[in-house]
Structure formats: structure tokens, C-alpha cells
């Protein structure tokens, strides 16, 4: 399978994960401003593609154990455009993969909440939102609320129970 407007093998993204040995450290650099609107546009897209494509191949709880590896994530952020060493690569990743994927959270069965500033305050608001649309048990979220009011991200997966805090 060949991702259409990008010519690019599907096998490029969707090969399984080997353990890598894991030695050294990073120092990041903090940038300030923004992403472009034209690059944030074509993360969402490239997100979007990836995203979809490693779902309906492997599902999602194995889309979850890659976005919760950080080399992988690390290196989805690079793919879809960040610089690999950027500061904000959590913050845009999730922003954009948020803004494409939660219209078409149904058919794929994955939601995006949270965000950086104002949006993570609302987290918890949207989880109950979602777990009342979907049918989950949003009680353990109003139970925990106090561990859930800054996550960047949490992923809902019915019958998966995972709190994935980014910060």
C-alpha cells in the first residue's frame, strides 16, 4: 500500500519496533513562537495519514505503544516536519494529530485531549464529554481529576484503561 498524495510505502511507518539500545542524553533547545500554519497544516496531514495507516494495519493499542515510546513519538515529530531537536515537538504533534484526528475520532476510536495553556484546563471536561458519548465509565477520571488537570495528551481506547500524561 502506497499513501497516495505522498508515494511513500506504507512499510516506511508501519514496521514492527525493535528494541534499541538506549545510552546517552540530549540537550534540547528551547524555541519560542509558533509553528507555521503552513507546516502545521501538512504535520496534520502527514499525521493523519500515519495515524490511520497504523491503525487499520495493527490497531489501536499498538498505535498507543508507539506514541507512548518516545523515540518513536520523537521520531513521527521529525517525520511529519519538526525539527528532531525541538522544544515544542510534544506540544505540535499532539496539537496537530488532535485537530485532524478528533473529527474522525468515531470510525478510528481514538481521542485527543488536552493541549498546552488554556486547553489543558479543559481536559478534564472533555474526557467526561467523551466517556458520556461513547459510553465509557467517566467516574475514575472525575475521581482522579486533580491527576488529570495538565496532561498534554490522554488517549481513551474502550476496554484499554491507560492514562498517558505528557507534560
Not at 503552513?38 to 505503544?65: S, V
Not at 475521581?143 to 495538565?150: F, M
Request: hydrophobic share 40%.
Amino acid at each position: 500500500m502506497v499513501f497516495s498524495f505522498l508515494k511513500i510505502p506504507l512499510t516506511l511507518f508501519c514496521r514492527p519496533l525493535y528494541a534499541m539500545k538506549r545510552s546517552g542524553s540530549a540537550d534540547l533547545p528551547l524555541h519560542h513562537g509558533y509553528v507555521p500554519d503552513w507546516l502545521y497544516q501538512r504535520m496534520a496531514k502527514l499525521g493523519f495519514a500515519i495515524t490511520e495507516a497504523i491503525i487499520i494495519e495493527y490497531g489501536k493499542e499498538e498505535f498507543l505503544r508507539r506514541m507512548s515510546d518516545p523515540f518513536w513519538f520523537q521520531s513521527l515529530g521529525a517525520v511529519m516536519g519538526m525539527d528532531w531537536h525541538s522544544s515544542g515537538i510534544t506540544t505540535s504533534v499532539l496539537g496537530a494529530l488532535r485537530r485532524v484526528i478528533n473529527p474522525h475520532s468515531k470510525e478510528l476510536g481514538i481521542y485527543f485531549c488536552g493541549g498546552k495553556g488554556k486547553f489543558s484546563r479543559q481536559t478534564p471536561n472533555e474526557l467526561f464529554a467523551i466517556a458520556d458519548k461513547t459510553g465509557l465509565n467517566g467516574k475514575p477520571y472525575k475521581e482522579n481529576q486533580i491527576s488529570i488537570e495538565s496532561p498534554t495528551v490522554v488517549d481513551l481506547v474502550p476496554g484499554v484503561d491507560r492514562d498517558q500524561h505528557r507534560g
